[in-house]
């Protein structure tokens, strides 16, 4: 069964400061791709990033940045000295390689306070 | 913005009746997904469709049907309703039908319907 697991359902940390959610995912799927998206205060579901499973190199986006590891199933982000408006719900997802659906984790709430 | 549009935003009605959630792709988008996120159950999906047919299904109750028109605009319709149906219904668009090696897709968002039961 595939499965994605956010163990952290909610993080405070003050402006500035960096913080890592964690994203562990099951497969037995070798080929795969995994995304995080981004659900702020207003609803809508925003895209971040997506990787494949062929791809383990880390990537940095400006203060955010991605941290792949196939060896423990894991697709942490990283927000670098983050800001209020970072304060939203971060979902990790796999996409199922039969049908196209995303399959979600529970999401972590993220809260940035001044 | 995503590209994505959903109507309407909100929608308020009573258990029993029943509703169209309306959704159209990204321009060229021959793929849409539906999700629905409440507050026990999380983001799920609902169904899929792909240049009008159906494709995929997931946890969709029977009261719920959906369908996908040539001009590749889609709706979800939602039928007795229950208190538990009350969440947030989320349409996703991509270009392709699936995932293979050769790439993937992602799926872009739209800004969903939020369904109240009373």
């Known amino acids: 069964a595939q499965k994605v697991t956010q163990a952290q359902t909610e993080i405070s940390v003050v402006e500035k400061e960096d913080v890592t959610l964690d994203c562990v995912y099951e497969?037995?799927?070798?080929?795969?791709?995994l995304f995080w998206y981004k659900q702020p205060p207003s609803g809508e579901l925003v895209f971040l990033i997506r990787?494949?499973?062929?791809?383990?190199q880390n990537e940095i986006s400006g203060r955010y940045s991605w941290n792949f590891q196939k060896s423990t199933s894991s697709f942490n982000f990283t927000i670098t000295a983050s800001q209020v408006v970072d304060s939203a719900v971060y979902f990790c997802?796999?996409?199922?390689?039969?049908?196209?659906?995303?399959?979600f984790g529970q999401g972590t709430t993220l809260q940035v306070k001044p | 913005d995503s590209g994505v549009t959903q109507t309407p935003k909100h929608l308020i009605t009573a258990t029993g009746q029943r509703v169209t959630l309306r959704c159209s792709p990204r321009s060229g988008d021959l793929s849409v997904y539906w999700y629905q996120q409440s507050l026990d159950q999380g983001l799920q999906f609902l169904i899929q469709?792909?240049?009008?047919?159906?494709?995929a299904k997931g946890n969709i109750l029977e009261r719920f049907s959906a369908q996908q028109f040539p001009d590749l605009h889609s709706e979800l319709n939602l039928s007795s309703l229950e208190l538990g149906d009350s969440a947030l219904y989320f349409c996703?668009?991509?270009?392709?039908?699936?995932?293979?090696?050769?790439?993937?897709?992602?799926?872009?968002f739209g800004p969903g319907t939020r369904l109240t039961v009373l």
């Open positions: 990787r494949n499973s062929f791809d383990e």
């Open positions: 997802a796999l996409r199922d390689r039969n049908t196209g659906k995303l399959i």
């Open positions: 497969t037995r799927d070798t080929t795969y791709y």
């Open positions: 996703a668009s991509s270009p392709r039908e699936r995932a293979g090696t050769s790439g993937s897709d992602e799926q872009f």
């Open positions: 469709y792909y240049n009008g047919e159906e494709r």
